[in-house]
């Protein structure tokens, strides 16, 4: 039993929209996942020191980004 008040249904663009953003988000991690792999197999190689600076700012923006998506899954499952 819901209770007295019914939850309105969302509209169906909404709930198609909101699927739409959860596959984007979830193709998003696999390819954050491929950066963030190889942004550490590239640190565990002997690079020149130019080279660490650059795979350790491609790992920080990757992990950047990670966070945020992560931050926009939860902003989706809260809509459930």
């Known amino acids: 039993m ?3 008040v019914e939850d309105s249904p969302k509209p169906k663009r909404q709930d198609e929209s909101t699927r ?5 988000a979830h193709d998003l ?3 954050l996942e491929t950066i963030l792999q ?3 197999l590239l640190d565990q190689t002997n ?3 130019k080279s660490k600076k650059l795979a350790k700012l491609i790992d ?4 950047d980004a990670a966070r ?3 931050q926009i899954r939860e ?3 809260a809509q459930d």
Do not use: P, Q, T, V
Request: no cysteine; aromatic share 8%.
């Open 20 to 24: 739409h953003l959860r596959r984007l």
């Open 68 to 70: 945020l998506n992560r």
């Open 2 to 4: 819901k209770g007295f």
């Open 60 to 63: 920080m923006a990757a992990k």
């Open 47 to 49: 690079l020149d020191e």
């Open 29 to 31: 991690s696999n390819s």
């Open 75 to 77: 902003i989706l499952k």
């Open 38 to 40: 190889a942004a550490y």
